[in-house]
């Protein structure tokens, strides 16, 4: 039958919860759960780059009003990928930022650096439909540094003075909060305390049977989240086999290794934590002993977001209910957007049962300039 007509007089179309209602018990429950952080210090890391950060945006755009829209195009992209990325992690952020001000630094000297102009990655850091996906990190990392370097000589002539100033800031903020514990991987801390490890912090202490898939679009938030984790589980008992990383461009023995360690039954094997970045997002089942995932970050892409949970709210799921968790620091005007743009899709997600490209666009429009601290209410 290929006639809509006709296919609209035979077909029925049943979400997930339509089948829940009539019985059917392999598809479970999704809750989407918000971690609000409230109460930090207004000189907290995470909250004075996001200030600076708009500072930075508000004198670039003043700066560059009259200018040609391809430099207006190339600017906006430099700070849609420092505000992801400052969004993402500090850690991710302050490299980032190295690129863009060491770019500055060669357009003054007048050193240019040719570099084709395809900026997509400032965007969007690369998804698993991506040919990208099977890079190495430092493959990756590289195209990313030399897109941001294309994209900040395009608009670094005639940098004002408070401009330089606000790098510099950012920059001595960002260097010495990078290593640290940041609000959000506290609360992980605390969650992975109070439901995997209830002795976290004493030696030996012992892991029960729960398993938690953790998500970052970025490799630099992945490796923070194995550092400041790693240090966390120290001297808990196997802490060495807890957690492990699930990337693009990992071979597929090494992936197949890991889905079926994570797979497992927990009873005989001791990974507990698996850290993913998109490029691995679609087409792995994680759902077989594990029904808590956190986005650590949340991507812009609404479809992306939804892949995200799809590895653990899906067919054959054991529990009846799978927890996807955000995190939203509720000081900081960026996170207060990001939080309706989660619960609008999860609205869209229960109603339609999916995210129609339409919607997917409309969506990214509303994006398509970063977030600006001034139109959060918009």
Known sequence: ??????????????????LREIGDTDFPERQIIPIVIDGLSPDAPELALARLLQDYRTCREERLNNEAKSTQTAAMLVMISLQKRLLSSIEAFARTLSVHRKAIERQ????????????????????????????????VEA?????????????????????????????????????????????????????????????????????????TEYTDTKRYLEEQLGQAIANSQRENERIDSFTGGMGDERRELIKAAFNADPEHHPLRILIAT????????LQNHCADLFHFDVPWNPSRMEQRNGRIDRKLQRQPVVRCYYFQLRQRAEDRVIDVLVKKT??????????????????????DRGIHASNEQS
């Open 1 to 18: 039958v290929t006639k809509k007509q006709l296919l609209d007089d035979v077909m029925v179309r049943r979400l997930k919860q339509d």
């Open 108 to 139: 003054a000297g007048k050193q240019r650096v040719v570099v084709g102009r395809n900026l997509s990655l400032l965007q969007e850091a690369p998804g698993s439909d991506d040919d990208r996906a099977e890079l190495s990190e430092k493959e």
């Open 143 to 215: 195209e990313e540094d030399s897109k941001m370097a294309a994209a900040t000589q395009l608009s670094a002539d005639a940098i004002s003075a408070r401009e330089l100033e606000l790098l510099n800031q950012m920059a001595a903020i960002a260097g010495s909060a990078r290593h640290q514990p940041d609000s959000r991987i506290k609360k992980l801390i605390e969650w992975i305390r109070d439901n995997l490890c209830p002795d976290l912090g004493q030696p030996r202490a012992q892991w029960n049977n729960r398993r938690v898939v953790i998500f």
């Open 346 to 367: 999860a609205t869209i997600q229960q109603e339609l049962g999916s995210i129609s490209p339409v919607i997917e666009r409309n969506v990214g429009r509303l994006l």
């Open 278 to 285: 998109d490029a691995a997002r679609e087409g792995v089942n």
